[in-house]
Nanobody, 118 residues
Framework: QVQLQESGGGLVQAGGSLRLSCVVS????????MAWFRQTPGKEREFVAA????GGTYIPDSRFTVSRDNAKHTVDLQMNSLKPEDTAVYYC???????????????WGQGTQVTVSS
């Protein structure tokens, strides 16, 4: 069974940086797109960033960078200049193609909490 596990969340001051990591157990990891979403209480999951099997990225927010290591089966999210509104549970996801839609992804991690203080 495919398993994803996020790490790296925590408390950070506004203006600071944080790097999240996700390790994936799936075989043929290098053939899948990977994405990051986030969610706060009472809201739908929000698309953050995605990366294709070959390294192409789609990242609406320029403060963020996504990268992958196909040998290690990991994907990272680098977050800079963090704001209190970035506070959320961050999830990594696996799917067939890069897309900003939750429904396009077939496997999900359990999430890691990011809290940004003012």
């Amino acid at each position: 069974q495919v398993q994803l596990q996020e790490s790296g969340g925590g408390l950070v001051q506004a203006g600071g940086s944080l790097r999240l990591s996700c390790v994936v157990s799936a075989r043929a990891f290098a053939n899948y797109a990977m994405a990051w979403f986030r969610q706060t209480p009472g809201k739908e999951r929000e698309f953050v960033a995605a990366i294709s099997p070959t390294g192409g990225t789609y990242i609406p927010d320029s403060r963020f960078t996504v990268s992958r290591d196909n040998a290690k089966h990991t994907v990272d999210l680098q977050m800079n200049s963090l704001k209190p509104e970035d506070t959320a549970v961050y999830y990594c996801a696996l799917g067939p193609v890069v897309a900003p839609y939750e429904r396009q992804y077939t496997s999900w991690g359990q999430g890691t909490q990011v809290t940004v203080s003012s």
